[in-house]
């Protein structure tokens, strides 16, 4: 089975902009989580999906969004770029959220 | 809202020797908990899950509700086990705060 896969695996933007980042899940799952690292704050939650329906989310501003479409893969939207945003943007897959999740490679994103 | 404290940031311990990674979480009803593991350059993964209870490349992980821990432990540490280990709490059903994890602890095995 094919992993988790994440598009770009790098990223560097500027301020005030926005940006998409892609996950493609294990083909199968149909709940996918977003996460956001930095050395800082740590993995913490975004959102989840399942079945095209965001199902739960983190405390995050509105400025972070996601959808997902008819085939479980997902997007996350960040609009209006801060600098505090540069962080690793990690995706995981699962039958549903309360079993194993299985991680993408994550995105880099740079703000400068 | 639930908390997954890793006190550790960093241990380090001889190959054969036993190791021990604290995890402790608030949550007032019953969690399910989770090690994962981060080697280097791959990804994040599951090691073991409580509700499994099993060992998994010699780690064992159990619950203690009354001191609300689910410490990491192996006997005898081996140098492949040098990686990032994060702890990680879910509510019944998947919660609505998906995966909380602790900070992580850097595991350096040497020899």
């Known amino acids: 089975k094919a992993g988790v896969t994440q598009t770009p695996r790098y990223l560097i933007k500027t301020r005030g902009q926005q940006v998409t980042l892609s996950c493609s899940p294990i083909s199968g799952h149909r709940s996918v989580s977003w996460y956001q690292q930095t050395p800082g704050q740590g993995l913490q939650f975004l959102f989840e999906y399942f079945s095209e329906t965001q199902r739960n989310k983190g405390n995050f501003p509105g400025r972070f969004s996601g959808r997902q479409f008819s085939n479980s893969r997902s997007e996350m939207n960040v609009s209006t770029l801060e600098l505090g945003d540069s962080a690793l943007y990690l995706c995981?897959?699962?039958?549903?959220?309360?079993?194993?999740?299985?991680f993408g490679p994550g995105t880099r994103l740079t703000v400068l | 809202a639930q908390r997954v404290t890793q006190p550790e940031k960093l241990l380090s311990v001889f190959k054969g020797a036993p190791v021990e990674l604290k995890c402790n979480y608030s949550y007032s009803g019953s969690p399910e908990l989770f090690w994962y593991v981060q080697y280097s350059r791959q990804r994040l993964q599951l090691l073991l899950r409580h509700i499994s209870r099993e060992s998994i490349k010699g780690f064992t992980a159990d619950l203690n509700k009354g001191e609300t821990s689910f410490h990491l432990k192996k006997p005898f540490a081996q140098e492949e086990d040098s990686a990032m280990y994060y702890c990680a709490l879910t509510t019944p059903g998947g919660g609505a705060d998906g995966l909380t994890f602790g900070k992580g602890t850097h595991l350096i095995i040497q020899p």
């Open positions: 995981a897959s699962s039958t549903d959220s309360y079993n194993e999740q299985f």
